[in-house]
């Protein structure tokens, strides 16, 4: 019963700033290591970054120091602050949810939000 919601992609000039949100229902959201992931036209998807219940973020070395992730446990969100945007980030982004319980490994995946970086 877990859904996860993504929305704030857009259109944006390189170097601009855009910021994702995501909303899961249906589980307890502390449990869950929440994650974005993007998947570019013709390419794999990666992960972006990911934060663990507690707000401990993780990046990619192609975002370090440009993005920001965090998360409101009240209101079950995780968010995605991007800024000094590229072309190259241009990509559909989506919202994971891991964890893990009784040694199985639970993941959901919301519908994907497009953020493309043109001029």
């Known amino acids: 019963q877990v859904q996860l919601v993504e929305s704030g992609g857009g259109l944006v000039q390189p170097g601009g700033s855009l910021r994702l949100s995501c909303v899961m229902s249906?589980?307890?959201?502390?449990?869950?290591?929440m994650g974005w992931y993007r998947q570019a036209p013709g390419k794999q998807r990666e992960l972006v970054a990911t934060i663990t219940g507690g707000g401990n973020p993780d990046y990619v070395d192609s975002v370090d120091g440009r993005f920001t992730i965090s998360r409101d446990n009240s209101k079950n969100t995780v968010y995605l602050q991007m800024n000094g945007l590229k072309p190259e980030d241009t990509a559909v982004y989506y919202c994971?949810?891991?964890?893990?319980?009784?040694?199985?490994?639970?993941?959901?995946w919301g519908q994907g939000t497009q953020v493309t970086v043109s001029s």
């Open positions: 249906g589980r307890v959201f502390t449990m869950y290591l």
């Open positions: 994971n949810a891991m964890t893990t319980s009784y040694g199985k490994r639970y993941e959901y």
